[in-house]
């Protein structure tokens, strides 16, 4: 489990938004979560399920 938090800003089609919300909501899940889902999921489809070993480290760049 990640230990911070760091936000990440996007721009999305209105429609879209509510679209993505409505879904969440219907799921029980806020839009938040899944984008984490998402972010995780691809990650490990393209670097492995060890991609943590791997990536960088963020701390290093304060």
């Known amino acids: 489990m ?6 990440l800003t996007l ?3 209105p429609t879209k938004k509510a679209a ?5 909501f219907e799921k029980d899940v ?3 979560q899944m984008v ?3 972010i995780r999921e691809y990650l490990e489809q393209e ?7 791997r990536a960088p ?3 290093k760049d304060l």
């Open 47 to 53: 670097l492995g399920p060890d991609w943590r070993d």
């Open 20 to 24: 993505f919300e409505q879904l969440c």
């Open 2 to 7: 990640e230990k911070r938090t760091a936000r």
């Open 36 to 38: 984490r889902k998402f």
């Open 57 to 59: 480290d963020a701390d």
């Open 30 to 32: 806020t839009p938040s």
């Open 11 to 13: 721009l999305i089609d």
